[in-house]
């Protein structure tokens, strides 16, 4: 059974300051991650995809992968309340051509 | 990013009766296409993945004959609920990607079942 672990959470961040979103997985040979985020009653919306290990930028969003540990991770700096949601990681399965998710972690950004 | 559209948003239905939900890829070939459940404060639950053309792929738990999934072109995918019962009121979700091309899913807006 393929997996995809995280923290569910909630963290509590104050305003402006970093959140910092982990997540491991079980399926060695995956290729692609993503970070949905997800505000209550609605559904996922794709924020971030990385492909390769390292870091990928886009905004106040940071993405790190690391396939040797089997980890990545998102960082989003200058917290805003608005940031306050569940957010997601998936894992594209090796094998197959579905997405595998994690439970989310609930993010809470304190004014 | 590539929109998906999901109809209806809200449905009410009465036990028994079947109600039947709408997924379309609006700007991309949706080769794949996937059905979740959510219940509140609980994660996505992948139902089944369906390819255009073929049969879908339930995950284990997941009666086919109850969720019904027809993938038949590139940019519509319908999943029916038969029978309906209360206990199948949840969040349902689409999400479509164009696996030729290994891009990430996009998900549709949701629909908010509840049978009474």
């Known amino acids: 059974q393929k997996e995809v672990e995280q923290n569910s959470g909630p963290l509590s961040v104050p305003e402006g300051a970093i959140a910092s979103l982990n997540c491991t997985y079980s399926?060695?040979?995956?290729?692609?991650f993503f970070w949905y985020r997800q505000y209550s009653g609605k559904s996922p919306e794709l924020i971030m995809s990385?492909?390769?290990?390292g870091d990928k930028e886009d905004g106040r969003f940071t993405a790190q992968l690391n396939k040797a540990s089997q980890y990545v991770s998102l960082l989003i700096r200058d917290s805003q309340p608005s940031d306050s949601a569940t957010y997601l990681c998936?894992?594209?399965?090796?094998?197959?051509?579905?997405?595998?998710f994690g439970s989310g972690t609930r993010l809470s950004i304190r004014p | 990013g590539a929109v998906v559209s999901q109809h209806p948003s809200r449905v009410i239905c009465k036990s028994g009766t079947s109600v039947k939900i709408e997924c379309r890829s609006l700007?991309?070939?949706?080769?794949?296409m996937f059905w979740y459940r959510q219940f509140p404060k609980q994660s996505l639950m992948l139902m089944a993945t369906?390819?255009?053309?073929?049969?879908?792929?339930?995950e284990q738990g997941v009666e086919k004959d109850k969720f019904l999934i027809n993938h038949a072109s590139l940019t519509l995918s319908t999943l029916t609920v038969t029978s309906a019962h209360p206990e199948d009121s949840s969040f349902y979700i689409c999400?479509?990607?164009?696996?030729?091309?290994?891009?990430?899913?996009?998900f549709g807006q949701g629909t908010r079942l509840t049978v009474v």
């Open positions: 999400s479509a990607r164009d696996s030729s091309l290994n891009t990430e899913a996009f």
């Open positions: 399926d060695r040979g995956s290729q692609s």
């Open positions: 990385i492909y390769s290990n």
């Open positions: 998936a894992v594209k399965d090796s094998s197959a051509s579905k997405i595998i």
């Open positions: 700007d991309f070939q949706a080769t794949t």
């Open positions: 369906s390819n255009e053309g073929s049969k879908a792929t339930y």
